[in-house]
């Protein structure tokens, strides 16, 4: 690869500017939002851009966010690369159109500016909008800084467009946390953008040149089968997001995986986190290293397809592991996270203990503090294997 | 919606197409509306007029025009006449019975 | 200017909505959609709600459409829409494609009157270059005849129906075409397939214009409104000639009716062939009459006689 010529630029830049730009850099064709609180910085950013000219894309302002997911698949499926974007409630009410989304096989790229679903109404920043579509078959990525939301937005489209995938991928960034934090990001130059992120192939599903019948109705002598061709899709773009995020790294210099590890090579405890929560983990993490104690962490980039394999090889041999749950499953035993790491060894005779500590909702602050007493408990826990409470609210006002 | 205890086996899930689509526009001519019907509509074509009223107003398209020497003509295809009576009804001329269907 | 069907006979013969559909015999949306369709020459991209027309024509395996058509749910038919135009806008733009089929929507009364009502509005306000067509059989006739907001005054249906204490839907249908109008679109119009040429030439005048148009039409129901299937012409006929159903357009704010009725049946003999409306007395006749007057003032149409 020629270094002569390449430009690359260092900037100041919010979460959601660092989202704006990958979407630019994408060149898409349809965007279509409506403003939702912390997402709206995105959206107002991506109509500037149009309006100036630097973005040539058809700007649908709908008046919800199910009109917005709805024109977006629309738009898809005739053929353009498109953009949605929204947090909490706009979430929620997309929701029965996320699933058809999914098996209409709409490689939509949409980012979830993560924020606590009401009641009550509370603007900040929790997983309880993304968690509560975690069954509705999109790919569920979470990016830890300012960075990750630029460099995963552009892996979306790779990894959505890909002809063995074609499906719509849920790129998550903690609302305000991440999207309006400042940080130093770096955006490549933009032929080596336009190489790794080309134009999408019109597939003519909706052509004059195959007049296909799209949405159509399935009964039982069919609906088992077209819903499983969406689940087997998921299962195998693991593969694809994996083969993309080492192609990343060979061109951009960051390379990306389904988890990234700290300090888990002789960890005792771990403690397992996602989006930008693990940012202050591993300072805690850090903290605890230095007094000695084996302690370590792993970050989930790729939620859903769940990485089973990838953390079956981490998690195996550790005697205790604490997952940090940023959502709840009121009534049942922990949070979603926890639930999916517990069916991880739920045939193994040998296997981690668990303890699930539930922080940060609606924007609760997770000091560094919390997060060591989250890990001590974690040590505790595989010093005496006793796990004295399986589910933990910490920060919680009792 | 196809008896599960049909002889004739369903696509599996990799056989049929992806994206909840149907790949075979008009398919539905293989479907049998035939059986739905009670009456059938005869036309007298020896007073049949040609106004192709009842070519328009049938919501089946089971009036055809075909080609003949010396013109056309409109003929019921059996295969897609649900047997409603629109086209007796709309007949200028009366040259549309309805008939009772036999078994 | 657009080359308007001057007969009947001048109908392309394609069929683009194919036989082996399962709507109900004498179905009027059936011959709605198939009319719609041939004045379009294949050259649309076709967008639907649930409903009738959904369910009816694209049950696995068969579909029959002839012509690329998307369903993605309920209340969005204002919404796909809008995505598939600004797809094919911005794609042409870019060069990547050179298909420009007009983007024509086919909601039933509740998909867009009701449930759909909010992307319609959207799609309307925001200029899409979108025919949206209301297929209006008045109900929800696909869950089974329940009551939407275009239900007529004094209509029994299983969520309004007629009995001791109910005279049916004890409110007006509500006028969709105001509704359009309202948001200042270039064309909107009223069309019925009884009155298959004024159909046609409405959809063509509507996929002409630039801009968003709205074309309300009503389709008579056999099992809905309780008549027997040969007479689903003649009924339709009897909405327009009673005054109950004007058909006019409105070209950029101008009304204009397009099928006179110089002397008007009285409603009765509209009423008198639907099962839905023999529990009325001459109290709720008398109203229904007195809304057919209303109508016939508003749009010019001619006296009882």
Known sequence: MAQAQVQVKRLPLAGYEAAAHAVKMADVDVIAAYPITPQTNIVEELATMVANGELDAEYVHVESEHSAISAVVGASLTGARVFTATSSQGLALMHEILFITATARAPVVMAVVNRALSGPINIWNDHSDAMAERDTGWIQLWALNAQEVFDTILQAYRIAEDNSVLLPVMVNLDGYILGHTVEAVELPDEKLVKDFVPSRPLQNRLSLKTCYTVGVMGNPDYYYEMKYQAIDALERSADVIKKVGEEFGEVFGRRYKPLDLYYVEDAEALLISMGSTAGTALAAVKRMRKRGEKVGLVRIWMYRPFPVKELRDVLKGVKAVGVVDRATCPGAIGGPVFADIATLFSNDREKPLLRDFIAGLGGRDIRIEDFEYMLNKTLEAAKTGIVDKICDYVGLRW | MRLLSSSKKLPGWRELPIGIMNVNPGSSVNYDVASWRTFRPVIDQSKCTKCSLCWVYCPDAAVEIKKVDGGEVFEINYKFCKGCGICESVCPIKAIKMVEEVA | MAQLFKNLKELPREEYLASGHRMCPGCMSALAVRLILKATKGNTIVVTPTGCLEVATTTYPDTAWRVPWVHIAFENAGSVASGVEAALKALNRKGKTDEKPHVIAIGGDGGTADIGFQA????????????????????????????????????????TPAGKKSI??????????????????????TAIPSYPLDLVNKVVKAMEVEGPAFIHV????????????????????????????PLYEVVNGEYKLTVPVPKRKPVEEYLKLQGRFKHLTQKEIAE?????????????????G
């Not at chain 3, 359009?180 to 679109?185: L, R």
């Not at chain 3, 229904?288 to 009882?304: H, S």
Request: glycine residues 10%; hydrophobic residues 40%.
């Open chain 3, 168 to 189: 049916g839907k004890p409110t007006r249908k509500k006028d969709l075409v105001a509704v359009a109008v309202a948001h200042g679109i270039p064309y909107a119009a």
């Open chain 3, 218 to 245: 009503l389709c008579p129901c056999p099992p809905g409104w309780r008549f027997p299937e040969k007479l689903a012409v003649e009924v339709g006929k009897l909405a327009v000639q009673t005054g109950l159903w």
């Open chain 3, 120 to 159: 319609l509005s959207g799609l309307l306000e925001r200029w899409h270059d979108v025919v949206y067509i209301c297929y209006d059989n008045e109900a929800y006739m696909n869950t089974g005849i329940q009551r939407s907001s275009v239900t007529p005054y004094g209509a029994s249906t299983t969520t």
């Open chain 3, 288 to 304: 229904i009459q007195r809304y057919a007057d209303e109508l016939a003032k508003k749009f010019g149409l001619g006296p009882v």
